[in-house]
């Protein structure tokens, strides 16, 4: 601005200067011309005469100025001209300016989740550097299995990584306050911090050479611990903390913002990091070359590529595996995958929001379009103004500059006016975002939306300002200027561009629209699938038992000192006014809800003698969960055949455990699954006996219908991660409060929390394909408003510009319905046309979608016809409306013109 | 670029000698712009009559190209008038452009007194 405003008042100078100076010049001729004898009035017209014209003179030397100047000072009057014939016609430019501002607005709001989410790197220093090295059995098709701590020590040498710490996720009960609260724990190698290159806002982080091989006694805790439990005390370092009635020091807090790099939310919510060797107390089997810990996070040499990093991983993993060839049969063929940690944490995001994101891109292509439809019928209405312009001297590039000027003055207010909608949207957007999506960058509208918002409507700008201009050059002037006042007609090619467009519009509203509906019945179906359990009237309240590190101190060691605590915690519950049922089950057994430390998965080894592959004893690996007998019949779960857990299977009793008939059709297919055994561990001593089978569940994922699942019995193993479900007509709050209060009477040290019921669990569960649905639906629905407002514009237009011969037909007798006809048969066409192109591009979407999407075919014909028949009848309406204006069109008026 | 008044003893100046003529007028001193006039009507005895229309803008041209300069002063009447002058690169542009000019016309007399029957 500062420097337009320089530019305009350089200019003003030098046309002062040019007039002085010529002025000067004419006195000097007048008083020549007097010198020599001519009166003064002679000499002053004369001298004028001679002169010239001055306004030309001014005109020409302007004409040297510098190109810059020019090209400012002329679209400053094309801006200042375009402004007023924007004021003249209110309407169209507010409709103009409403759709760029929506189609910006919506990717802008898109490209604000895409950006933080996608783009931006992770908030560590280099963070290019930093991977999750996930162990893999790739025989056995096993991914990201864990790793154990020889394998840990052997990369540390390795010579790829700078420093590795292992990452092991577990929910503590911290003790020592009013009563006691779980908190999300992650156990880490003493080099953590230094490894993500993060400083505490108080206190410092362990020493990144600590050699204890347990637990060093001291944590780190985050920001949001800090100010809920400590009530932001800055002496809260050193103070001693009771996490599972074991002491730690806290050392550090973290800064607020803060989050651990995992994929899991609950991981990433940590509120404590111990640190610890992983190479002693609580830990006995350190030693072993099996998963311990569920996996690590990495940060490359400086100087490696993480390519070069893997090649020496594959290169010391071949090593080990001729080293040590018990631990590493070829039969599992272990490997270690290093994941960028941006990858890792984004897990399976990235397709949705790419998928989203394109949709915007569809709605943006419509928003362009409408407008170039919209400035293209403005343009024809002023054919003849531009005539004129250009009969009076203004060359084509000078009109088509105006016309430039226009469409992009009307994209970048529209493009403030959409950054404004975004930022004003951010906050629902951000509601509608899944909490699987990682946040470790919050969701803002940084320079870069802004930058992205503006550049779009500048290059729609100019795309939609080009339509128009093709115009122009094809302006006949004779032709139009000849045509008096009459409002003029489009010509065939103008007419064709217009329909094109809504064309191109309707395709793609319906290619978007069928994406909406595949995903609706997807959703739908989804919903109504069958689970294999009743979730309806099942509250889960969760608790867990301490994991002293000193084993002797454990309340809890085995099943059997677990069982009196689980009957008890049954027979309370059972008590509480408006419960049914009380089962209790290992967290893993929640159906749709076990977060990363509650999986289960076991390694079982077949007896199998009778199985399918005689002699093989490579473990396979299941999904297992423990619970008590009430389970099965509090979820519904039915009993296909055998029998179930009783009483009396407990820890004194053979092991015995239930499949689900997914499992005993895999592992058994050709004998009876029932009185099989399995071991639980490859190091497991003593045969586990199934004595039932179970009807499948969709407990991993509702759109997964069958897995191999084994129940073993809560009573004979135990399970330190407890969930307490309850059937009745109870209130979430309420059972939680009567529970914890039961639970703590039994033991004043238990936590109880997360109490929600299963419906809601599993709606959370398809939280994310809901978000995609409900944005590709507000999509469609856009893009469809404007396919029709794309419509209706043709064909009035078409009405008044036809209006003459409309009236012609009417005095001569055509009937309302064939004038209804003649008018709605173009703009029907042109939906009928948009259609078929947009098939195409719809069965192409499917094709892409088909991956994510359930129990309907991805081509499935009643959707698209439906799809399509309820496309053109909405185009049939926004087509009647305008045409109606026809039917009143008077003979008399319309003929005289 | 030049009026034709008469016919028959004016020239019409091609393309670019305008400003050539120009810097060659101010070879002398500065001048202001009517002075520049009035010098190449009294040199060319009254052949080459130049316009404002064409004399003001190859100023500023020439302005541009920083082969001229250009000061205000005030005149005898007391006005403020704009004194143009040669600078170091016009002066170097006018040697180069007058050799040139000499080439040009050396190479133009030589055609147009060939014979009649070389033509074609």
């Avoid at chain 1, 007039?19 to 004898?37: C, F, P, T």
């Avoid at chain 1, 607005?105 to 999750?132: C, D, K, M, T, W």
């Avoid at chain 1, 074991?246 to 990091?273: K, L, N």
């Avoid at chain 1, 473990?619 to 009430?630: F, Q």
């Amino acid at each position: 601005m500062r420097i337009g405003g320089w530019l305009a008042w350089r200019r003003a100078r030098e046309t002062d200067d040019l007039n002085e100076e010529l002025g000067a010049h004419l006195d000097m001729a007048m008083a020549e011309r007097i010198a020599r004898g001519e009166s003064p009035h002679d000499a002053k017209l004369n001298a004028r005469r001679d002169f010239g014209n001055p306004g030309l003179a001014q005109e020409l030397a302007r004409d040297q100025w510098s190109v810059v100047g020019r090209w400012i000072e002329q679209a400053s009057q094309d801006a200042r001209f375009a402004a007023r014939t924007f004021c003249r016609a209110p309407a169209f430019t507010a409709i103009t300016i409403a759709t760029i501002a929506l189609g910006i607005g919506a990717s802008a709001s898109i490209f604000s989740v895409v950006n933080s989410v996608l783009l931006r790197p992770l908030p560590y220093p280099h963070a290019e550097q930093l991977v999750r090295l996930e162990d893999d059995y790739l025989a056995t098709g096993a991914r990201d299995v864990g790793m154990s701590t020889p394998e840990w020590r052997d990369l540390q040498r390795s010579g790829a990584f700078s420093a590795i710490s292992p990452t092991w996720f577990d929910n503590n009960n911290l003790t020592g306050q009013a009563h006691p609260e779980r908190v999300g724990l992650l156990i880490v190698a003493p080099n953590y911090f230094s490894l993500l290159g993060v400083q505490p806002q108080l206190g410092s982080v362990f020493d990144r050479n600590d050699p204890t091989p347990g637990f060093n006694g001291q944590v780190v805790i985050s920001d949001g611990l800090w100010k809920r439990a400590f009530g932001s005390d800055s002496t809260v370092l050193g103070r001693v903390v009771q996490l599972d009635s074991d002491s730690y020091r806290i050392v550090g807090v973290m800064p607020p913002g803060f989050q651990a790099p995992e994929r899991a939310s609950g991981a990433r919510g940590t509120e404590v990091w111990p640190a610890m060797g992983f190479a002693g107390n609580p830990i006995t089997t350190w030693a072993q070359r099996s998963p311990l810990f569920p996996g690590a996070i990495a940060r490359v040499r400086d100087g490696l590529s993480i390519a070069d990093a893997q090649r020496r991983v594959d290169a010391l993993v071949e090593t080990l595996r001729h080293q040590y060839p018990a631990d590493y049969p070829a039969t599992i063929d272990w490997r270690v995958r290093l994941v960028p940690l941006r990858d890792y944490i984004l897990g399976d995001v990235r397709q949705p929001l790419l998928f989203l994101f394109g949709a915007v891109g569809l709605v943006l292509l419509i928003a362009c379009t409408s407008v170039a439809n919209l400035l293209l019928i403005r343009a024809t209405a002023r054919s003849r103004e531009l005539a004129v312009r250009q009969a009076m001297g203004s060359g084509p590039s000078r009109l088509m500059r105006q016309l430039l000027t226009e469409s992009v003055l009307l994209s970048l207010v529209g493009g403030a006016l959409g950054v404004a909608i975004a930022y004003a949207a951010r906050g629902s957007i951000l509601h509608w975002v899944p909490d699987s999506v990682a946040q470790l960058n919050a969701v803002t509208m940084d320079w870069r939306v802004v930058l992205v918002a503006f550049g779009l409507s500048l290059v729609a700008g100019v795309l939609f300002g080009l339509a128009p201009m093709a115009q122009v050059r094809r302006l006949d002037l004779t032709n139009v200027l000849k045509q008096e006042g009459r409002a003029t007609t489009g010509s065939g090619d103008q007419q064709r561009t217009r329909r094109a467009l809504v064309v191109a519009e309707f395709a793609v509203s319906l290619t978007l629209m069928v994406a909406a509906a595949l995903l609706v019945r997807s959703f739908r179906e989804l919903l109504n699938a069958p689970l294999g359990f009743d979730p309806h009237g099942v509250t889960v309240v969760r608790t867990r038992l301490p994991y002293p590190n000193d084993s002797t101190e454990d309340l809890y060691p085995n099943a059997g000192a677990e069982a009196p605590l689980l009957r008890e915690i049954i027979r309370r519950g059972s008590a509480l006014g408006g419960v049914r049922e009380v089962a209790v089950g290992s967290g893993a057994a929640v159906p749709l809800d076990h977060p990363e430390q509650d999986q289960a998965v076991l390694r079982l080894v077949l007896d199998r003698r009778a199985s399918a592959n005689n002699g093989d004893n490579t473990p396979v690996w299941t999904t297992a969960s423990e619970v008590t007998p009430e389970y099965f019949h509090l979820l519904r779960i039915p009993l296909v055949r055998g029998r179930l857990f009783t009483s009396f299977d407990t820890d004194s009793s053979p092991l015995v455990a239930v499949v689900n008939e997914s499992m005993a059709r895999q592992y058994w297919p050709h004998v009876d699954a029932i009185g099989q055994r399995v071991k639980t561990s490859p190091r497991a001593t003593q045969w586990t006996t199934i004595i039932g089978i179970v009807g499948d569940t969709r407990s991993d994922s509702v759109t997964a219908p069958r897995h191999p699942q084994i129940y073993a019995s809560l009573y004979q193993r135990q399970g330190k991660h407890l969930a307490i479900f309850v059937r009745g007509q109870v209130e979430t709050g309420a059972i939680e409060r009567n529970l914890r209060e039961q639970v703590q009477a039994i033991n004043a040290a238990l936590p109880v929390f997360g109490a929600r019921s299963l419906d809601e669990t599993v709606t959370a569960s398809l939280s994310p394909r809901r978000f995609a649905m409900m944005m590709i639906a507000a999509f469609a629905a856009v893009a469809l408003g404007l396919a029709s407002l794309g419509i209706y514009g043709v064909v009035s237009f078409m009405v008044t510009e036809r209006g003459q011969e409309i009236g012609v037909r009417v005095a001569l007798g055509a009937q309302r319905s064939d004038v209804l006809r003649l008018v709605m048969r173009q703009g029907v066409e042109v939906a009928l046309i948009g259609a078929g192109v947009g098939l195409v591009g719809a069965l192409a979407a499917a094709r892409v979608m088909a991956g994510i999407l359930y129990g309907v075919r991805a081509w499935d014909p009643w959707t698209f016809t439906a799809v399509t028949a309820g496309l053109v009848s909405v185009a049939i309406v926004a087509c009647y409306l305008p045409a109606r204006r026809a039917l009143r069109v008077d003979p008399l008026l319309a003929m005289r013109g | 670029m030049v009026r034709r008044s008469p016919p028959t003893s004016r020239i019409e100046l091609l393309q670019g000698t305008l400003d050539l003529i120009i810097l060659q007028t101010l070879r002398w001193g500065p001048a202001h712009g009517f002075g520049i006039m009035k010098m190449i009507q009294s040199q060319s005895s009254n052949t080459l009559q130049v316009e404002t229309g064409s004399l003001y803008p190859a100023l500023q041209r020439l302005l541009r190209q920083r082969v001229i300069a250009a000061e205000w002063s005030v005149s005898a009447s007391n006005r403020r008038i704009r004194i143009y002058r040669l600078t170091a690169k016009g002066r170097e542009r006018l040697a180069a452009e007058r050799s040139q000019w000499k080439r040009l016309t050396e190479v133009m007399a030589a055609l147009m007194q060939r014979p009649a029957s070389d033509e074609p």
